[in-house]
């Protein structure tokens, strides 16, 4: 039998149903207030703050020079983005009434710097997302958000920052909007300062700034690693100012510099005109941006007799004391060749030696065929030619020589002393500088360490060597036949007192594209040296290319301008006589000049964040003056040789870092 229920059972069932019906019925009347009365608000909150997933750029990594000042680094800035649809809808219901689409075209064209016609197109398109401009910077996206107009937001974006300007831009690059390098060592290491790309949903409140949902977040971006370059900023400056120089005064198509060490490969500085700020690169054709020294294709013209030389000296082909025969012309076939001066010169009997310091192609020509064909093309490509260095930087050329199953006589002839065969600066500096130490061939590089974002050491780069090419006696032979060239021949105005420098002049005949034929007015000079000559620290190449004005030879334009960089770069090493200079001990006379020396400095403020005082740079060597400065962050432009006489700003001025202080050099004794 089923048993009754308890009376006071069906009241505790009821009070349960009653509780659910008033429950169900709360929650109905909630959606429809929600769906109903408040569906328009909702719809503009919902307009207002929105989840979206997206990639997630990671920090790029810095480029610090060899003395660690900054030369790129990247800073936030913003991309403001428009929801258009949902924006033009809250428009026509009425529930957005501040501003109409015309006029929130004309505030934010004001703030951003676009057209408003612009700006209305994009906000006139029936989509849920278009980006309004990339790269806004901070102050103006935060007044962007002032307007608290509904549907524009913010993302998070990088802009590449270089503080230094043009200086070295063509070695530097730049970086696309995307946040990769595409020229120079912002391409060639990419990868490394790049990082890795995170995914993350990132909540947009367009009511203040954009807030990253860290609880949605997948995979966090990895910030790229920094790196350091072998590039050395005083000695950049040196040649820049060079650089300027010859643009200035050659007006040459181009003009270009490059220093190394010759016993490391390491890239010292390097740097051509015209040139770019990258900066502000979109200003200019990729042509100006182009780093000619890895990718400028030229006949280097007497310069290349070095290798010429160096090469028969190996094979025992010649001797520095064996004479040539040297009327002012040479026969080749039905092809003569003349020397430089032959019009107004007719040597007779020249030594090897004599030959090189004159420049002669008519003695250059008998050595390359004294060599022979065979040998001749085992030492162009054991020095390097016609394939490239591996240098570290987008964008190297390997050159061009002529292949030897179609070189002749003549083109042997031509070869020996720098035509025909097409090199690349850096080819040939490279090539110069397995000279220069002893004869071993090293890979060129500019980067010397990767670093992560908190200094950790990643990698770092060694010397390479390549190949030992000629012996050391041989390369300390044309070492002393190169220093003869700067004590009794073409070389003479790059001549530093106290000092031992090898030198080879180069002026070189370019082809005319219209004939075919050498042209007898456009011409590329050359220059290269190195210093000191028996321990060198510094090698140096310098080409001008279709230079205008009466003298067109290397050793009239390009010696007094390598001198100047040689002269400032081993000051700046502390290098201001050779080794083996007699030292004399002079006493010192009462009205002698006493060195100044730097005196204690009174800020005439306190600097706020982001500043910092000029310092007192007066009787400072140029290496101590740029190790003060580039500690203070403050960039320097330096002029002249010695030490400090006079600085602008003046010491104990408060300025912002990255300020340019101009620093005059002068002989104790002078007037800066």
């Known amino acids: 039998m089923r048993r009754k229920k308890a009376p006071g059972y069906f009241a505790r069932e ?10 169900f019925a709360a929650v109905s009347l909630k959606l429809v207030w929600f769906q109903v009365f408040q569906a328009s608000a909702l719809e503009a909150k919902g307009i207002e703050r929105r989840t979206v997933d997206q990639s997630l750029l990671p920090d790029r990594g810095t480029i610090y020079d060899a003395q660690g000042h900054v030369l790129a680094q990247s800073m936030p800035v913003k991309e403001v983005y428009a929801d258009p649809k949902s924006l033009n809808e809250l428009i026509a219901k009425g529930q957005y009434t501040k501003m109409t689409q015309e006029e929130i075209s004309l505030k934010l064209a004001g703030i951003l710097q676009q057209s408003a016609p612009d700006i209305l197109a994009k906000l006139s398109k029936d989509q849920l997302w278009v ?8 102050h103006k996206s935060e007044e962007i958000m002032q307007l608290k107009i509904p549907g524009i937001g913010l993302r998070e974006e990088a802009k590449r920052v270089y503080p230094m300007d043009a200086l070295a831009a063509s070695v530097l690059g730049i970086v696309n909007a995307s946040g990769h390098g595409v020229e120079g060592v912002e391409a060639a290491y990419d990868k490394t300062l790049f990082g890795q790309t995170g995914f993350a949903s990132e909540e947009q409140d367009t009511g203040s700034r954009s807030i990253v949902d860290a609880t949605h977040q997948d995979d966090p971006a990895q910030a790229g690693n920094n790196l350091s370059l072998t590039l050395d900023s005083t000695i950049q400056y040196l040649l820049e100012q060079q650089l300027d120089d010859l643009a200035k005064t050659t007006k040459a198509k181009s003009v270009t510099i490059l220093a190394m060490d010759p016993k490391t490969g390491k890239i010292l500085g390097l740097g051509s005109r015209p040139t770019f700020n990258p900066n502000d690169y979109a200003k200019v054709a990729p042509e100006e941006r182009r780093n000619r020294a890895i990718s400028m294709a030229y006949e280097p013209g007497s310069t290349f007799k070095i290798i010429t030389g160096s090469a028969a000296l190996e094979e025992g082909a010649v001797s520095p004391d064996e004479k040539f025969a040297d009327p002012g012309y040479y026969q080749v076939g039905p092809r003569r060749i003349t020397n430089w001066d032959s019009d107004q ?21 008998q050595v390359g065929q004294k060599l022979g064909m065979k040998p001749f093309y085992t030492y162009l490509k054991a020095f390097g030619f016609g394939a490239k260095t591996g240098v570290d930087l987008a964008g190297e050329e390997s050159g061009l020589l002529v292949p030897i199953e179609k070189a002749r006589e003549i083109e042997l002839a031509t070869m020996s002393f720098g035509q025909a065969n097409l090199v690349t600066p850096i080819q040939m500096l490279t090539a110069i500088s397995a000279v220069a130490n002893g004869g071993t061939l090293y890979k060129p590089y500019i980067v010397d360490k990767v670093t992560t974002l908190d200094g950790k050491l990643v990698s770092q780069t060694k010397p390479e060597a390549i190949r030992q090419v000629i012996s050391k006696a041989t390369a300390t032979e044309m070492t002393g036949i190169l220093e003869k060239v700067v004590d009794e021949g073409t070389g003479h105005s790059v001549a530093i007192p106290g000092v031992k420098v090898a030198a080879k002049t180069g002026t070189s005949q370019k082809v005319d594209p219209k004939t075919g034929q050498y042209s007898k007015t456009d011409f590329i000079a050359s220059f290269t040296a190195y210093a000191p000559a028996d321990d060198p620290k510094i090698a140096l190449l310098i080409v001008i290319d279709s230079p205008q004005g009466e003298s067109h030879q290397g050793g009239v334009l390009g010696a007094p301008r390598a001198k100047a ?3 400032g770069a081993l000051q700046y090493y502390g290098i201001p006589v050779a080794k083996d200079t007699e030292s004399i001990v002079v006493p010192v006379r009462s009205d002698a000049p006493v060195r100044p020396m730097p005196k204690t400095v009174v800020p005439e403020r306190q600097p706020l964040k982001g500043e910092a005082v000029v310092p007192d740079l007066i009787g400072m060597t140029m290496r101590q003056a740029g190790e003060t400065l580039g500690k203070l962050e403050l960039h320097f432009n330096f002029t002249g040789q010695g030490l400090v006489q006079s600085q602008n700003p003046a010491a104990g001025k408060v300025v912002a870092k990255g300020t340019l202080v101009d620093v005059k050099f002068a002989s104790l004794g002078q007037s800066p």
């Not at 980006?131 to 901070?138: E, F, M, P």
């Open 14 to 23: 009821w009070i349960v149903y009653l509780v659910l019906a008033v429950g």
């Open 131 to 138: 980006s309004l401009a990339h790269q806004v910077d901070i």
């Open 345 to 365: 010169n007719s040597h007779g009997k020249l030594t090897f030696t004599q030959g090189m310091e004159l420049s002669s192609n008519v003695v250059l020509a």
């Open 565 to 567: 960089i040689l002269e």
